[in-house]
């Protein structure tokens, strides 16, 4: 028998994965939220560390629920070898990483489209934002509100990124645990 080779994929421990990682991911998030939203204060300084927990959060929940995916994944696979684990934990991962995506940019797009009407609002409101031969003249106060805006988006778009490159380690962990959990239970 050889070994080297990937026995067979699985499609049904791929799905299998996925829909646990996406209903942990759901189910993780909306508790953040909720802790979130209770200890939300109306000051600065609250806000920013709301926003870092609210970071550290997703990056925690992210690496949590992307393993145990990762590990059903390699478990259903039913291989014994690491090397298919890990192959079915990637998949899953990739699987999970788009439907995710396909729900959070439409999401994110309305966010952003939502600060740039808010933004362009306020200009024309408080006459914050003056053109003078085709060049836009903006009132310190409101650049800074601009560049923090765009700052926080920035760091929002960073974590994200950092986040779901993470649980990709963290599936692959899960999906060689999977395939271990296997071959033991072959034995």
Sequence with gaps: MNTSMCTSISLRAILAGTIIA???????????????????????????NVTFASFVWLIVTSAVSMFVGGLVAGRACNSNLPSDGVLHAIVAWGLATLISFMFFMPTAELLIGGVATLIAQSFSATGQAVITGGVAHIEPKAAEFMLRGGQILGSVAIVTFAAFAFSAVTATLGGIFGAACCNKCKK
């Design 22 to 48: 996406l209903a942990m991911q759901s189910l993780l998030n909306l508790l953040g939220l909720g802790l979130d939203l209770v200890s939300f204060r109306v000051n600065a300084g609250v806000i920013e």
